[in-house]
């Protein structure tokens, strides 16, 4: 039955998405050309993934998630106002005397038996989403997977039009970086946080552009997506928001900036605008650090080490002896900061093929492999060094793409210790990675074609 119920709801979505691609592709949005190809791979991202996890590993976070939400729907059964309730507060409401605290979640005694509430915020906000999702799911594993694939689809679409926006020439490129890389659409697609916070994210980026930038729509609406896909990251993942925070702060000045058309009033005012937005991303960062422990500056350092001793002890786990170091670590800011090219080479371009220890490493090192190989060929081929730190310093967008994919693949390189955990959690920084790549490509050639035209132009004298 799961299977049949799985295989009804794909061929809807991708009839719905088959519709759309062609009434938008009619009215000449060329954009919707990736639609239905973006959320086909989603989907069997989401089912290679359910398979390997049930087949193969048969254990992960991805069983515990899925398990609470079960919980909560059978706590519906038989306390429907309670749960209610529960799905419109936080987790410290289990935190009560009517909850037998246990070990990492509280208890509460049903007539059926124990129904178990993790109170971590984030297991709790899982649990609440897939028992909403459960309803349509049938509580079908494989097919909440498939809902959560959808679901970080939308985030993800939402993405690429605003970048679009932005770059309305460069919709090829953009759409192959966004859509066509492996581990993006396998590990972005299942029932695992790093789904939703893919998925919030590029919600939270158009939410972002339209407020700041595109300030013709819906003021309203774009301030509750923001407010959503916020909560979204800050309950989930708050270290991807924490980075990307950083890397919109300087987006955000260079872009209003750029804006002052006067040159003597850009270079007065640019001091002003920096301040202004910098106080108001820093005072952004701390409150978000201060509303999680763990991300607090004078935890970071035990908060690493933390990560470090957990992945390091899932060897055997997320794709067979896959652990690596990163060498003796000073845990001082200075002795951190001396590892971030070390681990932002291990996020981006390991495993390498050689570190290889299961079959199922094979994709993950081959994506590397090739991404290695293509930053190779455009950073010292194809483009040039020196012209491609010029294009890079010169377009603000691109400065975001890499300094927040530099900042977040620094932060997960350095904790993770483990390929398994690691290929899910640069996902993020990997999309804007490979989103900074084909902008600037694009503006090579752009400026190339240019460039020859000029020279034909000087020799013929037309």
């Given amino acids: 039955m799961e299977f049949i119920v799985t295989f009804v709801y794909i061929l809807l979505f991708l009839f719905i998405a088959r519709s759309i691609q062609t009434t938008k592709l009619n009215k000449g949005r060329l954009e919707y050309k990736f639609f239905f190809n973006g959320l086909a791979l989603k989907m069997l991202g989401a089912i290679i993934f359910a398979l390997v996890y049930e087949l193969h590993y048969g254990y992960g976070d991805t069983f515990q998630y899925y398990r609470i939400g079960v919980s909560f729907n059978e706590f519906l059964l038989e306390h429907p106002l309670e749960w209610l309730k529960l799905m419109f507060s936080g987790s410290n409401s289990l935190l009560k005397e009517k909850y037998e605290i246990a070990s990492g979640y509280t208890i509460y005694k049903t007539v059926s038996g124990e129904q178990p509430f993790y109170y971590e915020s984030d297991l709790f906000l899982m649990g609440k989403i897939i028992s909403l999702l459960c309803f349509p799911s049938f509580s079908f594993y494989l097919t909440l997977n498939i809902f959560y694939g959808v679901l970080s689809f939308t985030g993800v679409w939402k993405l690429f039009q605003t970048i679009i926006k932005i770059y309305p020439s460069y919709e090829n490129h953009l759409g192959y970086a966004i859509f066509y890389v492996p581990s993006v659409f396998f590990w972005g697609s299942c029932l695992m946080k790093d789904s939703l916070t893919l998925g919030a994210l590029g919600w939270f980026f158009y939410s972002v552009y339209n407020i700041f930038v595109n300030r013709k729509r819906n003021m309203?609406?774009?301030?509750?997506?923001?407010?959503?896909?916020?909560?979204?990251?800050?309950?989930?993942?708050?270290?991807?928001?924490?980075?990307?925070?950083?890397?919109?702060?300087?987006w955000l000045a260079v872009y209003y900036n750029k804006r002052i058309k006067n040159v003597m009033f850009r270079f007065l005012f640019f001091p002003l605008i920096l301040a202004i937005i910098g106080f108001v991303s820093i005072w952004g960062i701390l409150f978000l650090a201060s509303y999680t422990d763990k991300y607090q500056l004078s935890q970071l350092a035990s908060t690493a080490q933390g990560y470090q001793s957990y992945h390091n002890s899932l060897e055997g786990e997320d794709g067979g002896g896959?652990?690596?170091?990163?060498?003796?670590?000073?845990?001082?800011?200075?002795g951190i900061l001396a590892k971030a090219p070390t681990a932002i080479n291990t996020t981006f371009f390991r495993p390498y093929l050689w570190e290889v220890k299961s079959f199922l490493m094979i994709p993950s090192a081959i994506e590397s492999l090739i991404l290695f190989c293509l930053t190779f060929y455009l950073l010292f081929i194809k483009i040039g060094f020196r012209r491609f730190v010029q294009l890079m310093i010169s377009n603000e967008f691109i400065i975001l793409c890499f300094i927040f994919?530099?900042?977040?693949?620094?932060?997960?390189?350095?904790?993770?210790?483990?390929?398994?955990?690691?290929?899910?959690?640069?996902?993020?920084?990997?999309?804007?990675f490979t989103i900074g790549l084909s902008i600037l490509y694009s503006e090579y050639k752009i400026r190339l074609t240019k460039k020859n035209r000029k020279g034909r132009y000087l020799m013929t004298g037309r």
């Fill in 322 to 334: 896959s652990t690596y170091s990163l060498g003796e670590i000073d845990y001082t800011p200075s």
């Fill in 220 to 250: 309203v609406f774009n301030m509750f997506i923001f407010i959503i896909a916020t909560y979204v990251l800050v309950i989930l993942k708050a270290y991807i928001l924490l980075s990307f925070i950083i890397a919109l702060f300087i």
């Fill in 405 to 432: 994919s530099m900042v977040l693949g620094f932060s997960v390189g350095f904790t993770s210790y483990n390929f398994g955990a690691l290929v899910r959690y640069k996902i993020p920084a990997l999309v804007f």
